[in-house]
């Protein structure tokens, strides 16, 4: 039987995602220091978790109702999804290619929609896989990544979280900054001990007087 997604995460049932990534990223640094024969059970449990919690909170994109209002939105919203729908194609860069050179694409008040329409149905169908043959390649999210210029838009990372927002573009999820502790001052130290060392001479001398 499946755990439940927030005790794996422990957390009580919440919608900041910022609190989220924060608990997920600290249980992930805590499976570091777990046995090696029952981490890669734990991590798969653990990343089950996060993306069950996130999936729940995500909402569907919703364009704008000009955009909605586009004929050529329409049309390019349903060349995505047969496109996505053709297991052969959505893996080659060159059909994503034509895609893009949609004359959609090339009204401005429409591209920044498309890009967070291409960005939420791709997700979608990444979730949806059942093994990696079925998914857009590594190499297809990059293409667009640069060409839509996911990397810019820190919306499409408050609204899917960070886990799914790096995995999409491709990019490491920043490790959160370690601050060292601060170290004695070993000279200080080391005048207080002979300080305390020249006290109790002195008081020993004057107890032999």
Known sequence: MSKDPWNV?????????????AA????LEDLKTSPEETRAEQETQLNAAYQSVISGLAEPFTPSQQSIANPLFSEFSEELNELLGNAHRHTQVSAWQLLIDHPACQEIELRQDLAALIFDRVLAHQKSCQNDKEMVTSEVLIFLTTQLEWTKRDDLKARYGDNFYYRMTQQEIPQPEIIPEPIADTGN????FIGLT??????LIMISV
Request: charge should be negative.
């Open 24 to 27: 997920y990223q600290q249980k």
């Open 198 to 203: 020249i006290i109790c001479a002195i008081g």
């Open 9 to 21: 995460l422990e957390l009580t049932p919440t919608s900041d995602k910022q609190q989220i990534e």
């Open 189 to 192: 130290l080391a005048n207080i």
